[in-house]
């Protein structure tokens, strides 16, 4: 099991998660521009992320290319149970609960949840 990932390191990951193997400075150039990260920063991190084995490198010549150990899928099922367990008891009612208390769903939001709980009573 990956041990849980910054939210910079994230950042790297969906990088990766998109398209891989990449080099350091290509992760670099399709990071998030807004963050202001230098080549550095996104090497620090792709260190950081192969300590905790999310991500594994291979030698291609003088760099490394990079690519996700784990894929998003299973990040996201992993930190979604993760997230519902400590918040709200590992139940998922209490959490749609307050999202709807809160305003927090849309229209759209509320059909696609009918929609997959009618699919998940067939």
């Known amino acids: 099991m990956v041990e849980r990932i910054s ?3 994230h950042a790297v990951m969906e ?3 998109e398209e891989s193997p990449l080099t350091a400075q290509d992760v670099s150039e399709r990071v998030d521009p807004a963050r ?8 620090t991190l792709l260190g950081r992320l192969l300590s905790k084995e999310a ?3 291979e030698v291609d010549g003088r760099r490394y290319l990079y690519s996700p150990a784990v894929q998003r899928e299973d990040y996201v099922a992993r930190e979604s149970t993760r997230l ?8 998922l009612t209490p959490l749609v609960a307050h999202l709807a208390e809160r ?7 509320i059909s696609e949840i009918e929609a997959l709980l009618k699919a998940l009573k067939q």
């Open 7 to 9: 939210d910079a390191e």
């Open 15 to 17: 990088v990766l998660w």
């Open 36 to 43: 202001g990260w230098s080549a550095a920063t996104v090497k």
């Open 55 to 57: 991500v594994r490198h």
């Open 84 to 91: 519902i367990d400590r918040l709200f008891g590992g139940r």
């Open 103 to 109: 305003d927090a769903l849309s229209d759209q939001d």
